[in-house]
């Protein structure tokens, strides 16, 4: 068997290829901007280049004059045209280009190209000339002009900022303190899959293709833009090329195509270039973080203070904030946290990959790092002095939590104990080595679901929900939910997803699809096998009489526990019946009683993580190497382990890649990504894939993923804790661990790059 | 993109004349008629508006057999111009010869692009240096007197040596190292004839008229490269960057010598990535000629190779980077078995 | 170097003609001779004229009239109907856009479709048989799950068709170095890597 299909443990699901392998690998998976569509125009976006200011004039005749052009439009022709998006639901930003002259941030979209040719709608938007009124801008954190407001006055999304005991005294009683500070930068998702809008009217219908991890959300929030109904709206995005959040909230572009292509009565696409995309769309803001932590001698922490800070844009109260993770990561004696978001003249950040973990979990671990060295203890054995099975801000209990054998078995994978502690004393040649590990945490998800099926008697299925295929696998891991539910093949079973005809599911964000729709599915199937067992059960044949809870499905046949069986098409005949449909709804253990038709309004309540009587969190732990050269301090990670306790891993294979590309995420993260921005101008430097490095296949060695087995019957009827946004959260941290093993020298802000570690 | 008209000549001359004439001293980059070989920076620069060539003349079925052969004899290596990087890093004269001219084409780019570019093209690419890339930056280089965004922005990616106050934009090739340490020479054709000229007089540092970037004029073309014979099986090319492959140069340093035992007979020395042309590092090739090559000959070297070396804000970094670079190619190099 | 196509072209465009520029380029005069264009001041032709240009993909003819601009992405894309070869970056950076020409990869996005006049290119459409039997490397993806999104995947497959037959894929490391000019965001590296080296062998005995 392949690495890439690891073999399941006790209660994990059998690595099944994806369903959608086949179409993904002969280049007939339709993504959005692959839809063919006659009698296409083309939209090209003109965008500021200053952060802050007013249009004084803009010229569009140069543009009008290139043939092929079909019409320009601008806030001349915009403005009051649409209704500005509402932030905070699946809306990226509450900024309204074209309906204004004023410039809120660099990069906002100034003027629309509609022209017969992609070619000609570049040379049209390049033609374009505005005159400015521009204004000094405050690029981010210590620019002049920028607001500092407390998170949880800023954002309802942000409740408050979680404490526990008296953290000032104690930490003045803490015989052993650290008292530092850490940043991360900004990034942005870059899926390789450029961003774009296709809108075809037909009549007062609108149909638009674009790639989106929420369908149902931007139906309602385009249908608000736009004036109309929602049901005269339908997203379609069969397949997303990467997401990471990216696709998440929907930006102001999609509304502003449609109503172009409206305009010139013509279906229009516009794809975004990649160098357009990071100021159009969002990104991960760039945080700061002091922590303060106080330890008795024999590594127990008495006090933590975890204090963060994060640039948003002027109008949105975007909030990273991710001390309600780390307030609850291990056994302080005390806790305070503060969150605070700083204005700036930007495009409004947004969620990427596990979005407030992964700087406020680097800035902690890199922490309990230093604090095992001012200890003197190995980093592994002050994370088990310090593990809990009861969080400290709540004392509520932690529905599973297996950490330490996460740690346990990765340490022994990567063969921890080899380790010289001594910093500097590991070497091969003019390579410096050294070796760190990191935490990994995530909270446990699950939102409101629906799912319709559609069985026939020759056990073909027919399973739709509208979730997101961003790679995840859930279209496949869906359909094993139905298998083994109902007893049918996998090939026998056909899934639709990503569109917002179908029955809604929840945004494809904070790792909530894979539980969410298998909880669905799992409701459905129990309808299907109720009707069919009580069927059955009453119907002359072998089953007649049968007690239905004995009765199961497999192999195409209903089985009673004492071995009676009878073939499903057989049943459907006891039912009288050709084809069973279910539409089945799944709302979590504390949903309130809207919360499905606030699913069908758009919005996913989610539950999980630290809400409920037990708190709900995925763990692992990641051990790294890196090697470090001795002369040119460029930094390699020619090896990486991790180790994932997940709940229910519903299919190997696929949860090993996402796990794989997290820690991938991880490693990028700790090394390379930055988008650099120019302090003076506002604006960002390094808006294409040449200077936004990610690593490339040379830069991967060595990995191993480690799945350890862990039944959490807490967390939805599915078992599953979701994994997509685990395995990127902590890597960075475990980076800078081995750094400073190999090097001495503790880097703080990311990203660890040579010049750093020149001596 | 401005739209142009495509011409596809068939010979030299067609192509000269197809370029036509331009006003004197107007650079190759800024003509109306522009020439296109493997396409992977020009097409680049014209997507970006950067380059806007009203007609767009393409060399790639140019007859002349010159411009596509590899040929060696005693003299040494002819490379035609229009030979893709692939093929040259590939070919068994190239490696057996002149590694370092194998190590800088197999290090440059990727498989895909080396397959598309071709070495004349190579030698022209034009810097990456983001505000010239992004037309709405001013860049003395696009526009002459608009003023330099790099030198106070964000310029960890910059220039150290050869730059001015008008431009310190990197020259980022890798293949252009190797050649200049080995006093390579190109034969240029234009509407005059053809001629020859020292590599190391192909390009113009940016002084105050950062737009001028070569000596060639529009309707010049570069047919071959000639390399001329010489002891440089001990050579190598080192590139350090920021991931593993696929990443232009933070620094680099071609070297090629000839040891006597522990003695450098004679040394080549090249650095990339720190420099606004391709550039050459004399001093300190004489400074290791006789001496005993040890890491204390090695960083008196670099020491001396960035002698005048100026760093601003973010790209300071790059002068101690590019000694250890050097110190850490010159020792390899040393230690190389040939 | 080889100049056959990687595997037998299926000869089949299901969505061949769909923009309907093909049409127009039959009655444009092709601009192609030195003779014509090296007459010193004469006027420019217009920039915005179409151009004609012919080329065959996966083994079938195309004819096609184009604006000169148009990138051999685009035009396969958007002229030719064949949306398997995806744009990531537009401008060499991420390697989705690679396809076979002549027998090569390379990135379709750096080169305009007139510069390929009477080249032989093989898109990801072209790889399986006409059975729709897998090429041993598409199989190999599948096996290894050597993708997630699936985005980089068409260009991923013909780049590491051309790596093998280039000789480059002889052992993990040369793997990892000469595809190294294909992104995954969703980082498959370690099962690409795996997926080349099985194919590679089924591409020997085969």
């Known amino acids: ?759 | ?338 | 170097m080889s100049s056959n196509p990687a595997s037998p072209p299926n000869g089949v465009s299901r969505r061949g003609f769909l923009s309907g520029s093909a049409t127009l380029a039959v009655a444009t005069p092709f601009v192609a001779h030195a003779a014509e264009q090296a007459a010193p001041g004469a006027a420019a032709k217009d920039p915005h004229a179409k151009v004609a240009v012919s080329f065959n993909i996966n083994g079938k003819p195309y004819q096609l009239g184009l604006d000169a601009r148009t990138s051999l992405l685009d035009a396969l894309r958007d002229h030719a109907g064949l949306t398997g070869t995806k744009k990531g970056c537009d401008h060499g950076q991420c390697g989705a856009c690679s396809v076979l020409v002549d027998g090569r990869r390379v990135l379709s996005c750096m080169s305009f479709a007139v510069m390929q006049e009477g080249a032989e290119i093989t898109t990801i459409e072209g790889l399986a048989s006409t059975d729709g039997a897998l090429h041993p490397m598409q199989q190999a993806f599948v096996d290894h799950d050597a993708f997630q999104c699936g985005y980089c995947t068409p260009g991923q497959i013909m780049s590491a068709v051309g790596c093998v037959q280039e000789g480059h894929a002889e052992n993990d490391d040369d793997i990892r170095e000469y595809m190294s000019g294909n992104l995954c965001r969703c980082a498959a590296y370690p099962n690409i890597v795996a997926a080349i080296r099985q194919a590679r062998d089924d591409m020997k005995e085969g």
């Open chain 2, 1 to 338: 993109m401005r739209a142009f008209s495509y011409e596809r000549p068939s010979d030299l001359q067609a192509a000269i004349k197809a370029a036509g004439t331009s006003p004197d001293n107007q650079p190759p980059t800024q003509a109306a008629a522009q020439f296109i070989a493997g396409g992977t920076n020009m097409s680049d620069y014209m997507k970006l508006n950067v380059n806007r060539p009203e007609r767009l003349i393409d060399l790639n079925k140019l007859s002349e057999p010159a411009m596509t052969a590899i040929r060696v004899d005693d003299a040494g290596l002819h490379l035609g111009a229009l030979v893709r990087m692939a093929d040259a890093q590939e070919h068994e004269d190239v490696v057996r010869m002149f590694p370092v001219i194998c190590d800088s084409l197999r290090l440059a780019a990727s498989g895909q692009i080396r397959n598309m570019a071709s070495l004349g093209g190579n030698l022209l690419q034009r810097t990456r240096c983001e505000y010239f890339r992004e037309v709405s930056w001013p860049c003395n280089k696009r526009e002459p007197g608009a003023g330099c965004s790099a030198l106070d922005g964000v310029n960890r990616q910059h220039a150290v040596l050869g730059g001015s106050e008008a431009c310190i934009a990197t020259y980022h090739g890798d293949f252009a190292q190797a050649l200049i340490a080995l006093d390579a020479e190109v034969e240029i054709a234009s509407a005059k004839g053809s001629h020859r000229m020292p590599f190391a007089d192909l390009h113009k540092r940016p002084q105050d008229t950062p737009q001028i970037e070569t000596a060639l004029s529009p309707s010049d073309i570069i047919v071959a490269i000639h390399v001329p014979a010489g002891p440089w099986r001990r050579s190598r090319y080192l590139k350090v960057r920021d991931r593993e492959s696929y990443a232009f140069a933070l620094a680099s340093a071609a070297v090629a010598l000839d040891m006597d035992g522990d003695t450098v007979r004679g040394a080549r020395i090249a650095l990339g990535g720190v420099a606004t042309v391709p550039w050459r590092a004399k001093s300190a090739e004489e400074m290791l000629t006789g001496r005993k090559l040890d890491e204390a000959a090695a960083k008196e070297a670099a020491d001396t190779a960035f002698a005048e070396a100026s760093g601003r804000k973010h790209n300071a970094y790059k002068i101690p980077l590019g000694k250890q670079t050097l110190v850490r190619a010159l020792l390899e190099t040393q230690d190389m078995k040939v």
């Open chain 1, 1 to 759: 068997m392949s690495d890439a299909a690891p073999r399941p443990n006790e209660n994990m699901g059998e690595p099944f290829p994806r369903i959608d392998a086949r179409l993904k690998v002969t280049g007939q998976a339709p993504y959005p901007a692959d839809a063919p569509i006659a009698n296409l125009a083309y939209g090209t976006f003109a965008v500021s280049s200053i952060a802050r200011g007013k249009i004084n004039a803009i010229d569009i005749e140069p543009a009008k004059a290139v043939p092929g052009v079909l019409a320009v439009f601008t806030h001349r022709e915009m403005a009051g045209q649409l209704e500005h998006p509402k932030f905070g639901n699946a809306a990226a930003s509450s900024i309204a280009p074209l309906d204004t002259t004023d410039i809120l941030h660099d990069g906002q979209p100034l003027a629309l190209v509609i022209a017969e040719t992609f070619e000609a709608s570049q040379e049209a938007a390049q033609a374009i000339r505005v005159d400015y009124a521009a204004e000094q801008p405050s690029a981010t954190f210590d620019a002049q002009g920028t607001e500092t407001v407390a998170a949880k006055e800023a954002s309802e999304q942000f409740e408050e900022d979680v404490a526990a005991g008296d953290f000032e005294a104690a930490f003045a009683a803490a015989p052993v303190t650290i008292d530092q500070r850490y940043s991360t930068p900004t990034q942005h998702h870059n899926p390789i899959e450029l961003f774009s809008t296709t809108a075809v009217w037909d009549g007062d219908g609108l149909t638009v293709h674009e790639p989106s991890q929420n369908v149902t959300g931007w139906k309602v929030e385009l249908a608000h833009q736009l004036r109309m109904e929602p049901e005269k709206v339908r997203i379609v995005s069969r397949y997303i090329g990467g997401a990471f959040g990216s696709k998440g909230p929907m930006t102001s572009r999609t509304a502003i195509v449609a109503w172009a292509a409206k305009k010139v009565g013509r279906p229009v696409r516009c794809v975004v270039s990649r160098e357009q995309s990071c100021m159009t769309q969002t990104y991960r803001a760039e945080t700061r973080h002091h922590i303060r932590m106080g330890a008795d001698r024999d590594g127990r922490i008495t006090a933590f203070a975890h204090e963060g800070w994060e640039v948003t844009s002027r109008p949105d109260p975007y909030v990273v904030g991710g001390t309600s993770t780390t307030g609850r990561m291990y056994d302080y004696g005390s806790v305070l946290t503060k969150v605070s978001i700083v204005k700036a003249d930007r495009n409004t950040p947004g969620y990427m990959r596990s979005p407030p973990e992964t700087p406020y979990v680097y800035a902690l671990e890199n922490a309990m790092d230093e604090m095992a060295v001012a200890l003197n203890m190995d980093p592994v054995e002050f994370r088990r002095v310090n593990d809990t099975q009861v969080e400290p801000i709540g004392k509520k209990p932690f529905s599973s939590r297996s950490l330490m054998t996460c740690y346990d078995q990765a340490a022994e994978a990567f063969g921890w104990k080899e380790r010289n502690a001594a910093v500097g004393s590991m070497r091969d040649g003019d390579w410096l080595i050294g070796m760190g590990c990191a935490t990994a945490i995530y909270p446990t998800n699950v939102a409101p679901c629906t799912v319709r099926l559609r069985l026939n008697a020759d056990g073909g299925l027919r399973l739709q929900c509208g979730s997101h295929e961003i790679g995840t696998g859930v279209r496949t891991i869906a359909a094993q939910m139905a298998s083994e539910r109902l007893g049918i093949p996998m090939d026998k079973i056909e899934v639709e997803m990503g569109d917002s005809s179908l029955p809604p599911a929840p945004v494809s964000g904070g790792s909530v699809s894979t539980a969410s729709v298998c909880s669905a599915v799992i409701k459905g199937c129990a309808s299907i096998r109720g009707k069919l067992f009580s069927a059955v059960v009453s119907a002359d044949g072998p089953l007649k009489g049968a007690e239905p809870a004995t009765l199961d499905m497999k192999d195409g046949a209903i089985t009673s526990s004492d071995g009676r069986s009878m073939p499903m098409k057989e049943a459907f005949v006891a039912m009288k019946t050709g084809v069973i449909e279910d539409y089945a709804e799944f709302a979590p253990d504390g949903a309130t009683p809207e919360a499905v038709s606030k699913l069908y309004g758009g919005q996913s309540e989610m539950k999980g993580g630290e809400k409920g009587e037990k708190v709900k969190y995925a763990f692992g732990a990641e051990f790294v190497e890196v090697r470090i050269n001795t002369r040119t301090r460029e930094v390699r990670v020619p090896r990486i382990v991790g180790a994932f306790a997940a709940g229910r891993i519903m299919n190997t294979r696929t949860a090993r890649s996402q796990l794989m590309g997290g820690m991938i995420w991880g490693i990028s993260s700790a090394l390379h990504e930055v988008t650099e921005i120019d302090p003076r101008a506002a604006r960002y430097v390094n808006r294409d894939l040449q200077d936004y490095l990610v690593p490339v296949n040379a830069d991967i060695r060595d990995l191993q993923v480690i799945l350890v087995p862990e039944v959490d019957m807490d967390v939805n009827p599915a078992g599953v804790k979701g994994l997509g946004e685990l395995g990127n959260v902590g890597t960075a941290a475990a980076i800078a661990s081995a750094v400073y093993h190999a090097t001495g020298k503790r880097i703080r802000d990311l990203p660890i790059r040579l010049e750093t570690l020149l001596t």
